[in-house]
């Protein structure tokens, strides 16, 4: 019996190291300063998927992304890692997208792709920190969701059991298939990558990704079709287009400001026991503590 | 039609602070729209609820009263507050960005395309002018919130969409009473015209909610780490000042990451906002998204070994010099003086 699990992923800039040159004079992101990488609850989320695949026969594991060409590298992560392969979404006709038209296209997508039993994906991004994808996807294709997921407890007929860490506690929840279910940082870690698998799967790549290397290996490819990175632009899904882009993102960015705080003057002291003790002292005669 | 609508977090009968602080900011937001403020309570046992709100100047509480819808689940709730906000039409909806807000303002977009902007810092009307359309909207919400790891602040607005929606975290804005006798109107729901028998699709098993044994928010004095502190190991000296200047311990995103502290530590944009009386941060660089959430300290002290580290341009004492050095010669001077 075939089951088929998709693990929604994004290729973000790593918000989390901004460095000193992260921002241009100007107050734009530099991003140019902060390196790509799969999103970090992405990964936890993938980790999931991979011990469902371990434990249910017939079990497959695809990512889809929707971003740029070189997204296609964390399919090839995945795979590394255990996926069975990947779906890279692409096109200019997705930019300016806010999170409803970012889940209107994953949702046609998912629809595209067929039978789908499980759709897992981290409980938010780092570079917006929304976690909107998740559920707006599950609302799209009517399906039920189960947000902040830490652990799949259970698999069985036809149900999932999951644990939730909330803000202020735990639930244990049981929801019937298929589902969409958002996996927190607090879960476990994705295994690493596997040495043979990196090498199965080093050459993997999308049409896109092909041309660009020429047509030399495309004996290669005839060979070994689980090389083949599925891309596909707007007319590969059944869609509307009021509803992708701009035009299907309520939102606007009416204005972005560089974050400056106003600096005060700072009294600088070294570590000194001197120095130390006559702040406290400062301090209790002040009243701010004691 | 057209008023301002807050869906109110209930736990055990009680409403959450963060459902009372945007009550707060709705009643403001009502003011100078010129429209009523009105709230959403879906749950079991609701009775005391109005009481609970009222001062705050709700003028029309919902009230969902079903054992089904307690506790919290997606789908229902999701289907109250679409089918309400249709008859109703809102043209802004709050809710907390909590594990509940988080789950429902989503989904709840999604259904009545509208758009939605998670954890607001702040929450102003104004206008908004398309160009390109050559449009000019009045009194839209403008959502500002932080992007991009917090280096930059976007203000975003909803031009076409309603209900404008968006969700804030606890301790960001402030609760205030507006009026401790005002009594508005209640509007009990017929709860089977807006939820379906099919919508209670996933069944709560277990569940073990914690009634916060922190309070950060509410505490005068800050002992907070980051990820300069180390270690763990380390955090123990943040806690033992603490205790000995009767504050509590907060910690940066990346002390979190690290796993030197409890998530429910966390000060900055993705944490808990603070304004204690006394903010000493150890080991803290000063990334823009934990600034913002104790910049409105009143005194900052800040230890760190690296003289240039970017939270000393706010602080008002600067040391320089490592934790395990600087926080035990505190507290020894502390317990001194002090008396």
Redesign the interface.
């Known amino acids: 019996m075939s089951f088929n699990i998709v693990v929604l992923a994004k290729q973000v800039p790593d918000t989390r190291n901004v460095g000193k040159d992260a921002m241009k004079a100007d107050g734009t992101v530099n991003r140019a300063a902060l390196p790509a990488i799969y999103n970090p609850e992405d990964l936890n989320a993938l980790e999931q998927a991979l011990r469902l695949k371990s434990k249910i026969e017939g079990a497959t594991v695809h990512i889809l992304t929707m971003g740029p060409a070189r997204a296609a590298e964390i399919i090839r992560e995945s795979m590394y890692r255990g996926a069975d392969g990947g779906y890279l979404l692409s096109g200019r006709e997705f930019a300016g997208s806010d999170t409803l038209a970012t889940s209107y296209a994953l949702a046609c997508a998912i629809r595209k792709i067929g039978k789908v039993d499980l759709i897992i994906c981290g409980r938010q991004a780092i570079d917006g920190d929304t976690a909107q994808v998740g559920p707006q996807v599950a609302e799209k294709l009517g399906l039920p969701q189960i947000t902040y997921a830490e652990e799949i407890l259970d698999l069985s007929d036809n149900k999932i059991t999951i644990k939730r860490r909330l803000e202020r506690g735990v639930e244990i929840v049981k929801g019937s298939l298929p589902m969409v279910v958002t996996v927190n940082g607090s879960a476990a870690n994705c295994r690493p990558r596997h040495a043979k698998l990196t090498l199965k799967y080093k050459h993997a790549a999308t049409p896109s990704e092909k041309q660009e290397a020429g047509s030399d290996y495309t004996d290669l490819y005839d060979a070994h079709p689980y090389l083949n990175i599925t891309e596909w632009g707007v007319n590969d899904i059944e869609h509307d287009i009021q509803w992708l882009g701009l035009s299907g993102s309520p939102t606007k960015v009416k204005q972005i400001e560089n974050v400056v705080f106003t600096a005060k003057e700072s009294k600088r002291l070294t570590a000194a026991d001197v120095e130390i003790e006559s702040l406290m002292k400062e301090l209790i005669a002040n009243h701010t503590i004691g | 039609m057209n008023n301002i609508f807050v869906y109110l977090e209930i736990e055990d009968g009680i409403v959450g602070d963060v459902s009372l602080e945007l009550l707060t900011k709705g009643r403001s937001l009502a003011k100078q729209l010129n429209c009523k403020l009105e709230a959403v309570a879906a749950g079991y046992k609701l009775d005391q609820i109005g009481a609970q709100v009222f001062p705050f100047g709700v003028d029309v509480l919902h009230i969902a009263d079903d054992k089904r819808l307690a ?1 919290y ?3 229902p709730h ?1 289907s109250l507050l679409v089918n309400l906000f249709k008859e109703e039409k809102p043209q802004i909806a709050l809710m907390g960005a ?2 509940i807000g ?2 429902l ?3 709840v ?3 009545l ?7 607001c810092t702040s929450l102003e009307v104004g206008t ?1 002018e ?1 160009k390109k359309a050559g449009k000019v909207y009045e009194n839209l919400l ?2 500002i919130r ?16 309603r209900p404008q929606m968006a969700t804030v975290r606890e301790g960001v804005m402030k609760k205030e009473i507006k009026d401790p006798k005002f009594v508005g109107k209640t509007r009990k729901l017929d709860v089977s015209k807006y939820v379906a028998d099919t919508d209670f ?12 044994k922190l309070n950060i928010k509410g505490s005068p ?1 800050i002992v907070s780490g980051g990820y300069g502190v180390g270690s763990a190991e380390n955090f123990k000296l943040l806690h033992e000042l603490a205790a000995t ?2 504050g509590e311990v907060g910690a940066s ?2 002390a979190v ?1 690290a796993g030197f502290s409890e ?2 530590r966390q000060i900055g944009q ?1 944490g808990t906002t603070v304004r204690p ?2 903010y000493i941060a150890c080991g803290i660089s000063g ?2 998204q934990h ?2 959430g104790m ?1 409105e300290s ?5 230890i760190n070994n690296d003289p240039k580290a970017p939270i ?11 934790v395990e ?2 926080l035990p ?2 507290i020894k ?2 317990k ?4």
């Open positions: 506790p689940t997606s789908l999701t909590t594990s988080r789950d303002g989503p989904r977009s999604s259904a395309f509208s758009g939605l902007t998670a954890d908004y398309d403008y959502q932080p992007a991009f790891g917090g280096n930059i602040v976007a203000t975003i607005v909803n031009p076409d969409c699709v996933v069944e709560v098993i277990e569940r073990h909610m914690e009634k916060s004095i200047l009767g995103r990346a990451d998530h429910e993705t009386k006394l990334q823009i600034i913002a910049q009143a005194m900052i002290i800040a000393n341009a706010i602080a008002d004492y600067v040391i320089t010099g490592t050095d600087v010669k505190m001077f502390y001194k003086n002090s008396k």
